[in-house]
Nanobody
């Protein structure tokens, strides 16, 4: 089993910044495997489907949704089994619950989510 806990969400005005964190815990075996896994951030706004925000490979290669390119930065700390999302120039349309995801051994592990609300 793997447990993911997100933090760092909150209420911010448009143009502001937030930094989300996702910390993983679990068996030593799974934590060692996680260092080779791609980790990702997704978000789900009210009434909408969950969508990909960004992913980062074990080698540090990052990919972003077009809607966040140039504003969000994903990073990871393999030693801490953590992934981060720095969000700058936030817009009201970024309002959503943000989830981190780790696919591991054929199973997708999700965190409980953290709410990000951007006021105009």
């Amino acid at each position: 089993q793997v447990q993911l806990v997100e933090s760092g969400g909150g209420l911010v005005q448009a143009g502001g910044s937030l930094r989300l964190s996702c910390a993983a815990s679990g068996s030593t075996f799974n934590m060692n495997l996680m260092s080779f896994a791609t980790m990702g951030w997704y978000r789900q706004a009210p009434g909408k489907q969950r969508e990909l925000v960004a992913t980062i490979s074990s080698g540090g290669s990052a990919n972003y949704a077009d809607s966040v390119k140039g504003r969000f930065t994903i990073s990871r700390d393999i030693a801490k089994n953590a992934v981060y999302l720095q969000m700058n120039s936030l817009k009201p349309e970024d309002t959503a619950v943000y989830y981190c995801l780790v696919p591991l051994r054929g199973q997708n592990y999700w965190g409980q989510g953290t709410q990000v609300t951007v006021s105009s």
